[in-house]
């Protein structure tokens, strides 16, 4: 059997720290928003990004799961692709959006090192798979 433990593990921590990391992006775009000047039309592409970071990201970790269960590499290269549109998403967050609060560094960094582990397993896997 090839399939990680240690790359199953991090998808299903990932998919937690997902979750709260979304939560907090939107309740500080909201605290943002009533503190701060803050662009209607910035606020609505900056809304409409974290749901579509969400999106990417539960479709990536679901592909990152199943193809590491199914010991498939395809999945895993299909969830390596979408770590790209994710990654950039996050580093808008990081770096380019309106107001950048360093609880959002420290959210952002660790949300881009998950990813980066989790595309190092992957590409470890799909070679693993391959070689069967």
Known sequence: MASSLA????AYLHGWYTAGYVLLTLLLLL???SVLPYPAINLASELALVLLLAAAEAARLFLSRRGNLTQRALPLGVAALLTVPAALAVCYFLLWQTYVLRLEVVLCATQLCFMAAETVCAVICMVAFARE
């Open 31 to 33: 605290w943002k928003r």
């Open 7 to 10: 790359y199953e593990l991090l």
